[in-house]
């Protein structure tokens, strides 16, 4: 494979487990030192580090809450430290919190808004201090932000929306300094969060124009062209990679 982000440096957030992990590991494949957070998987994180480790690269895992502004600043500050500045942010991290309106609590509201939304207002803030021409910033939205085919998902997908105008308007503001910031959008993919198998499986590959789930591997490969030179002037892009659930 030819590594497109040799000696780039990147942080991803809530990269412990499922699209966040595979999204580290694709980045390291590529070339790149990866850091990611974590909340509580420890060993989890750990042992992404450790591939990445083996793949020749520097890896980092940082325990820090997404929904704590100062533990995700504190996070872009170390990593940035330890690899002599950052090239590449994937803002990852995101909770689900779903239901009738009327069950919401306030909570909810302020958990979901807290890490889906301000963490990542936090995290670009404090790498784009880091970042030079070249630079990149990755949000993970969801095709649940432009498109809502269920009852109870009106918090998570409101969050998720944000994200759209946030990249529009971080793209206006940064390119002027050569970096980069787009949105991928998965659908349906194989997590342990959304398993193939899972409950509400079935309904899901029904709304896809191909009836099958993603891949994390899938998304991690977009992100990581994204992130690469040959995507220059990709910049306030929403990149869908949905099986056609949102055609």
Same mark, same amino acid.
């Given at each position: ?30 070339? #790149? ?169 079935? #309904? ?44």
């Amino acid at each position: 494979m030819t590594q497109s982000l040799q000696g780039k440096r990147a942080l991803v957030t809530g990269g412990s487990r499922g699209i966040g992990a595979a999204i580290a590991k694709r980045l390291a494949a590529e070339g #790149a030192d990866v850091a990611i957070t974590y909340e509580r998987s420890a060993d989890r994180a750990e042992a992404v580090a450790g591939e990445i480790k083996q793949q020749g690269r520097r890896a980092l895992a940082l325990k820090a809450d997404s929904a704590d502004a100062a533990a995700v600043r504190g996070a872009v500050e170390a990593a940035a430290k330890a690899f002599g500045g950052l090239d590449i942010l994937v803002n990852n991290a995101g909770i689900f919190r779903g239901g009738p309106i009327e069950n919401l609590t306030l909570e909810d509201i302020d958990a979901t808004l807290a890490v889906n939304v301000r963490a990542v207002v936090v995290a670009s803030q404090a790498a784009a201090a880091h970042m030079g021409e070249g630079g990149r910033i990755i949000n993970i939205g969801s095709n649940l932000a432009t498109r809502v085919p269920d009852a109870g998902m009106s918090l998570y997908s409101m969050s998720k929306s944000a994200l759209i105008a946030w990249t529009q308007g971080l793209a206006r503001d940064l390119g002027g300094r050569g970096i980069t910031v787009n949105i991928v959008h998965p659908g349906s993919t194989n997590t342990d969060m959304n398993p193939v198998d899972g409950p509400g499986a079935e #309904a899901q590959r029904g709304r896809m124009a191909i009836k099958r789930y993603g891949k994390a591997e899938d998304v991690a490969a977009l992100v990581a062209f994204v992130a690469g030179p040959e995507a220059g002037s990709v910049n306030g892009a929403g990149l869908t990679i949905d099986g056609g659930a949102n055609a």
